[in-house]
């Protein structure tokens, strides 16, 4: 510790007053700079262009002054929660993101006037008190009001000397870490109270709260990691990098479809969403059922569409009748270029509609295909409480695992036997009921199901798809000629996606990147198989790793100055190949994963899925029946 | 054969540099070590030198600054090291087109004529 003298500041206090009591809270200089330092802090992570934060910053525009704190009182206390917005020159100060950079200030209407003005108009059209919930200054109050209790229980220490000892600054330091320690929660905490509090104002600021730019708000980054995420994992599985690219204008997308109104706001100042908004229009154009009403002819309306569907432009909406009955509406809409999922909804709806009595699949209520056969809608019946595996609650489901990879094993099985391949297997396939009498898995999205032994022509293409659809999931039956892909050879992939989902849904798509030790007695197969599968492996990581390779100097024309094709390839082998193998070769290291992760299978049930994971064709079982006997047994 | 190598200046750089000034002010003034007036000062000077005409104007009017105020090196330190990611990255194109033509003494002599 240096002798050095630790400043603190003197300047008159700044006194806030909160609408939870008559007493005043002291805010000491100290607290004022790390506040103007946080709003400072908000703009950079909101994206805030760094040169005019820094005009902002010198202008005064982050200072946190008394001017902010009459501000929330003013708001907090004598509006009515949804009353008449009307933004003071103060709040538009105060926010961070409402700064109207300088030189934008013109007679003729910049598109930053132009978005400010399309800002207030949306407020009053939904009664916004401020731009979004950050901004709304009863939420800021109760940030103010957490904050001012933490100050109550931990005072500053030496508050109020002109210098500090050694102790006290080491004690003052440890107090300044401890409180960025509550800021960082403060958030959330402050949330939490206000949706208590004004929950219908917080529903609201949910729908129609906006901001800066598109990329400042926080709903679209939700879609934009959630996309990442989903991207990553078909980057994974395909060996492309080129998905992960599409992360990002899947999530523009989506937000347009969601958010069609605040797109539009964001479009003044954003060319890219323009376009994407005129695309949506015309789809919607003939379409009154798909309005944001919450009331259709005495029909309440609630959007279920996960983000897989949204992107396959299909929506899945449940509606409750007038007398209470709940049904579930699966909406399709055929994009040029794309996979014609209208004719995928009809066959779809034949498909469930032999196996309804199986009591497996959602009841078909009705089937429409609109007269252009550009959108088509199939009403189900509503699976009441189901829970989708790909569901972030199916979690709870975990401490049932054995009872639900059973249950979705006999579902599974009753299609395989009535001669039908679910194909697109996958963790959105099962919903999951908990009933009286146990689990019950319902089979869902029979969009790509495929008849084993083919009924028509239509059929006849369906079956030659689903070999190429199987090839492209299922690393074994890639190795195999499409004409030399026997329907035995389907029931065995199809039954290999069943286990490769339910391994996914229990240790995690990622569990492949995180090493595991191959006990002594498995060493010897597991190298003997790695040996066998690596060629392969290394042909396919070569492959795609040259289209990446020709994807990226396309874009940077640089790039093969600084790495060869070949340092390219190299690199991608090594970082792959370990992960690759370690994917394909699950089956000889299942136990030891499983028991990683703590979960505990019956072993013929664990056996089963070993078999089912095994890259050797023949060693996997082509039915179910080994599942089903260990129940009977 | 020229040994100046002229870089281009990269917007994307100088936004970082700008992101980095930031976060060492927002540091600064919660750690306590700058004070509010201070800060802005600085910035109002860091402001002033915008727009940079090019790559060695950048560096420069950076390096001036960090000369005055010691507590944002770290951003001048960014710069040239980026300043040497790209110029080594320059020799070896120069150095790869040579030898892709069989010119080995020409390659050579562009890493000799650097120093």
Do not use: C
Request: charged residues 35%; negative net charge; proline residues 4%.
């Amino acid at each position: 510790m240096t002798g050095e003298v630790l400043e603190v500041p003197t300047a008159t206090p700044v006194e806030a007053k909160t609408q939870y009591g008559p007493e005043q809270i002291t805010l000491n200089p100290a607290e004022v700079v790390i506040k103007t330092a946080d709003n400072l802090q908000e703009g950079l992570n909101r994206g805030v262009e760094p040169k005019k934060l820094m005009e902002g910053f010198v202008e005064g525009v982050y200072d946190w002054v008394d001017e902010n704190i009459d501000n929330v009182n003013q708001g907090g206390n004598d509006k009515q929660p949804g009353g008449e917005p009307e933004q003071s020159d103060k709040e538009a100060k105060k926010s961070p993101q409402a700064v109207v950079p300088k030189e934008q200030v013109q007679l003729k209407e910049t598109p930053e006037q132009q978005f400010q003005k399309a800002v207030q108009e949306h407020r009053k059209k939904y009664g916004l008190q401020a731009d979004n919930l950050e901004g709304d200054p009863r939420f800021v109050q109760i940030k103010d009001q957490l904050m001012a209790e933490w100050f109550q229980k931990n005072p500053e220490p030496g508050q109020g000397k002109e210098e500090l000892t050694d102790r006290e600054k080491d004690q003052w330091r440890d107090w300044v870490n401890r409180k960025l320690a509550f800021q960082d929660t403060i958030s959330q905490k402050a949330k939490e109270i206000y949706r208590t509090q004004y929950g219908e104002d917080f529903n609201r600021y949910q729908k129609y709260g906006v901001y800066q730019s598109l990329e400042e708000d926080p709903r679209f980054q939700s879609l934009l990691e959630a996309q990442r995420r989903r991207f990553t994992k078909i980057a994974e599985h395909s060996g492309n990098i080129q998905a992960i690219n599409q992360a990002e204008a899947e999530a523009k997308n989506l937000f347009a479809q969601i958010y069609p109104e605040i797109t539009k706001i964001y479009a003044i100042k954003n060319g890219e969403l323009s376009k994407l908004i005129k695309n949506n229009e015309s789809l919607t154009a003939n379409d009154q059922i798909t309005e944001p009403k919450r009331k259709i002819l005495g029909f309440e309306r609630e959007d279920r569409t996960g983000l897989i569907q949204r992107a396959r432009w299909k929506e899945n909406i449940t509606y409750i009748t007038p007398s209470g009955e709940k049904i579930f509406v699966k909406y399709a809409t055929r994009q040029e270029g794309r996979r014609d999922n209208v004719s995928g909804l009809k066959h779809e709806a034949e498909i469930i509609r032999e196996l309804e009595d199986d009591q497996i699949v959602p009841r078909v209520i009705d089937l429409k295909i609109y007269p252009d056969s550009k959108r088509g809608r199939l009403i189900l019946e509503n699976i009441e409480d189901g829970i989708s595996l790909d569901q972030e609650k199916s979690d709870q489901l975990k401490n049932k695992a054995n009872d639900v990879i059973q249950s979705t094993a006999e579902a599974h099985s009753i299609i395989l036997k009535r001669g039908i391949l679910l194909t697109d297997v996958n963790s959105g396939s099962y919903l999951i009921t908990q009933k009286d009498s146990g689990i019950q898995t319902y089979l869902v999205d029979f969009e790509l199901a495929t008849r084993i032994e083919p009924k028509n022509k239509e059929d006849e293409e369906r079956l030659l798809s689903a070999k190429e659809w199987f090839k492209g999931k299922d690393f074994s039956l890639n190795q195999k000629e499409t004409n030399s892909i026997t329907l035995e050879d389907l029931k065995k992939s199809e039954i290999h996606l069943w286990a490769k989902t339910m391994v996914e849904w229990l240790l995690g798509p990622s569990y492949s990147w995180e090493p595991i030790e191959i006990p002594p007695e498995k060493q010897e197969e597991y190298q003997r198989e790695s040996e066998r599968i690596r060629p392969h492996l290394i042909r396919e990581i070569q492959t795609r790793a040259k289209k990446d390779y020709a994807l990226i100097i396309s874009s940077y024309t640089d790039f093969k100055d600084q790495v060869s094709e070949e340092k390219f390839i190299n690199d991608e082998i090594n970082r792959e190949l370990p992960r690759r193998t370690d994917e394909l070769l699950i089956g000889i290291t299942l136990s030891e994963r499983l028991k990683k992760a703590g979960i505990i299978l019956d072993p013929k049930l664990e056996e089963f899925l070993a078999r089912a994971l095994s890259i050797d064709l023949e060693k996997r079982p082509s039915s179910f029946d080994d599942v089903i006997n260990i129940k009977e047994n | 054969m020229s040994t100046t190598l002229s870089l281009k200046l990269d917007n994307e750089l100088v936004k970082k540099i700008e992101k980095d000034y930031l976060q060492i002010i927002i540091d600064s003034l919660k750690n306590g070590s700058l004070k509010l007036n201070e800060a802005k000062s600085h910035t109002k000077e860091f402001l002033s030198f915008l727009p940079f005409s090019s790559f060695d104007d950048f560096k420069k009017k950076i390096g001036e600054f960090v000369l005055k105020h010691p507590q944002y090196q770290k951003i001048y330190l960014l710069i040239l090291k980026t300043e040497e990611e790209i110029e080594t990255q320059q020799i070896l194109n120069r150095m790869r087109a040579f030898i892709k033509e069989n010119k080995f003494d020409e390659a050579l002599k562009v890493v000799a004529h650097q120093k």
